[in-house]
Structures are given as C-alpha cells and as structure tokens.
C-alpha cells in the first residue's frame, strides 16, 4: 500500500456528484487520495461549488475565449498540470479532449461513463439501454484514449432495468452505483494496485483480460475471484 495519498484532478461540467463522493471519502479517510483540483468548462457548475466549499482549487476555462479545441484543451490542461496530479479523474466532464493532450496523459486519466461499455458509447446512455430492451445496464470506468469512451475498461458496475423504468428513473437508480464504482476503482489505482500498460490494464501485475465487476459489498472482482 503506498502511503503517500493519491492527488486526484478531477474534471467536471456539471452538478458534481462523483467528485463529492470522492470529497467525502477523503475528508472521512477512506480513501488515500487528495484532491488537488477541480477543472471544467462551465463557471456556474455546481461540481466547481462544491470544490470551494472543500477548499479545493476550481477553475473554469471558458471555451469561447479560445478559437479551437487544440488550443483550449492546451489552457485547460496547463492548469490541470499545475496542480501535479497523479490521476486525472474525468466525472460528468462533457468535452471531447484532443489527442495530443489525452496521448500526454494516457494512462494518468480515467472516465466514469453511464453504461456497461463498449456499449453505447456517447450520449443519451439511458434512453438508448431503454429503447433496446436491455435488461441490464450499468456504468463503467475506463482509461481515457482519442477514441470517445472507447479506452480499456477497468471496472463496472451493473443494475438492472426495471419494467417502467424511464431514463431518468434508470440514471438516478445507477448514479449512486456510479459513485461506488469510482471509489472502488480509485482505491485499487491509488493503491497503484491497478496500471494501464501498452499491452493493457494490469491488475496487481496480472493482465486484465475482462472488466473487474463491483460487488454489492463494493469489492472488485474478475472471473478469478476477489481482487479487493
Ligand atoms: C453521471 O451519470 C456520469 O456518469 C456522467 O455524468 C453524470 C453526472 O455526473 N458522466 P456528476 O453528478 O456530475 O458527477
């Protein structure tokens, strides 16, 4: 277990559920990380609200003050750099990030994406799980690459879809599952328990060859049993 806490950026664009979890579960201990930062792209989010209240730097970098992603992921990513984190966590952050930037941080950058990837990469998660008479769906951590949601896939968390369940009903049930997910996973990359590699995730040395599945009791586990 490395004793030096984890310092997480995190990047956000809206109501910033996953990073108050993340929030709490540092100020009760539960988790080796510190949260070094909090970034995004629209200055009334409330995750950004809920950074300062914790005492936690937040900054919004306006997109229409620069004249292209490349540019603007630069600025966005300048800040983010400056703060050192070790993990850039992307929670509910909802732009596309150039390659050039993601390719410097592959590997030290995951999304928590509200599906069971690589299904239904993108939008509208819910509705599309809906509309196709899932009876599962869930959510996913993955590391982030170019490709939009497409990075390996580190964990999920699976629940299921309910007879009257409407995209909103469905994205309520799972956001808390969402939030276990993410602490779970984080635990296990701040422990440095789990790395992104060229040849893929490995898992306390060991390849990774499906997504580690959270348990109700919020372990992590493969098809060769618990992993923590
Ligand atoms: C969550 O469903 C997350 O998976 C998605 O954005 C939603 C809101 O997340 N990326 P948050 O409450 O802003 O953390």
Redesign the pocket.
Known sequence: MSATPLPIAVL?S??????QALLDAQRESRLPITVVGVFGDKPAAR?LERARRCGVVAEAIEPRAYSDRASYDEALFARVASVAPGLVVC??YMRLISAAIVEHWVGRMIN???SLLPKYQGLRTHQRALAAGDREHG?SVHFVTPELDGGPVVSRVVVEVREHDTPEAL?HR??PH?HRLLLATIALIARRYVTATPLGITIDGRLLHEPLTLAPDDYLYDAAGFVA
């Open positions: 956000a809206g109501e910033g559920t996953n990073l995750a929670a509910g928590i994406h509200p959510a994205a799972l956001l969402e």
